[in-house]
């Protein structure tokens, strides 16, 4: 059986860049996810539309939102699961962590802590989503990934959704994620600083 290994952060963060070195570094086989699975999956499509402002008044449901993202994985659980059983590691970019992370910050802030736990409470206990072993928080400046996030609009790498270039959210988010990184919640986690010299990986394997 593999390890479910996740790597969450802010959009900019480097994920996918950490999710090549880890996969290079591991001696093992190892199989790759990245939610959402957009082009796969019907509500992964929706949340785009969602983000990009094409669902009137439902992007901005935030619990609306979040069900769709959930959806998305629910749909891939059995995929994960088979995955953990044919490879040593499984990495995911993103998963249920972004939920509760992206969504708790679009709220008041007594109203996160109930949000947190609905993420929990559909996903695993309802849909019953692997829960991973070990999640990475890849921590970086705001403003260096809003830095990264807006040169890879710019070289056409990608779109951005109207999320991403919202600072006070991003900052809002990076907070929620260092209570969850604190908390071990579902996990243990290893907060990364996504600044550093690139070489020192953690050992997964
Ligand atoms: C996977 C996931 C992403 N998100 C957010 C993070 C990003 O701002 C946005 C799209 O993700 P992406 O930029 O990694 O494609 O959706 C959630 O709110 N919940 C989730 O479950």
Redesign the pocket.
């Known amino acids: 059986m593999g390890r479910l290994i996740v790597i969450e952060g802010l959009?900019g963060a480097g994920k996918r860049t950490l999710a090549e070195k880890l996969t290079a570094s591991v001696d093992g086989r190892v199989a790759r996810f990245a939610?959402?699975r957009y082009g796969e999956d019907v509500h992964a499509d929706l949340?785009r539309e969602g983000?990009h402002g094409r669902l009137g008044g439902f992007g901005d449901e935030v619990y609306g939102m979040?069900m769709l993202?959930a959806l998305d994985r629910r749909g891939a659980a059995e995929d994960i699961r088979n995955a953990l059983r044919g490879n040593d590691v499984v990495l995911l970019d993103?998963y249920v962590a972004?939920?509760a992370a992206?969504?708790a910050a679009r709220l008041h802030q007594d109203a996160r802590g109930e949000f947190v736990d609905w993420v929990r409470a559909v996903e695993i206990e309802r849909f019953g989503l692997p829960v991973p072993d070990a999640q990475l928080l890849l921590r970086v400046p705001v403003d260096v990934a809003a830095e990264r996030s807006a040169h890879r609009e710019h070289t056409g790498d990608r779109d951005r959704?109207t999320?991403?270039s919202d600072q006070p959210l991003q900052t809002r988010v990076a907070a929620v994620y260092d209570g969850l990184a604190e908390d071990a919640w579902l996990s243990p986690w290893h907060v990364l600083d996504g600044t550093a010299t690139p070489g020192v990986l953690p050992a997964i394997g």
């Open positions: 959009d939610f959402p949340v983000l979040a993202y993103r972004s939920n992206f969504g959704d999320w991403e």
